[in-house]
């Protein structure tokens, strides 16, 4: 089992940046790919970004492209996601998930282990 603490949201205003991080703890080797959710009030949780721990290959959300960036450090056994240019439609509680399949996917059920999240707020 791998647990995973999220830091680093807060409320900003449209147009601001904010840098998530979520680091890793337990069996940290047996996570192939990592990836961040949000969740809205009233909305599904919807899948942001992922980054396979092995290539670095990373994928993002359409909503997100372009604006967000998912990155890790391995020494610190630490995913981050900056997020730019924020909208309020960014508005939400942000998770880190980790997953054990060997090819990622930015679909909740592939996620084994997850944090308890983090809020940010874009207000306008």
């Known amino acids: 089992q791998v647990q995973l603490v999220e830091s680093g949201g807060g409320s900003v205003q449209a147009g601001g940046s904010l840098r998530l991080s979520c680091a890793a703890s337990?069996?940290?080797?047996?996570?192939?790919?990592m990836a961040w959710f949000r969740q809205a009030p009233g909305k599904e949780r919807e899948g942001v970004a992922y980054?396979?721990?092995?290539?670095?290959?990373?994928y993002y959300a359409d909503s997100v492209k372009g604006r967000f960036t998912i990155s890790q450090d391995d020494a610190k056994n630490t995913v981050y996601l900056q997020m730019n240019n924020l909208e309020p439609e960014d508005t939400a509680m942000y998770y880190c998930?980790?997953?054990?399949?060997?090819?990622?996917?930015?679909?909740?059920?592939?996620?084994?282990?997850w944090g308890q999240g983090t809020q940010v707020t874009v207000s306008s």
């Open positions: 998930a980790a997953g054990l399949s060997s090819q990622c996917f930015l679909v909740r059920r592939f996620y084994n282990d």
């Open positions: 980054i396979h721990i092995g290539d670095g290959n990373t």
């Open positions: 337990g069996y940290t080797a047996i996570r192939n790919c």
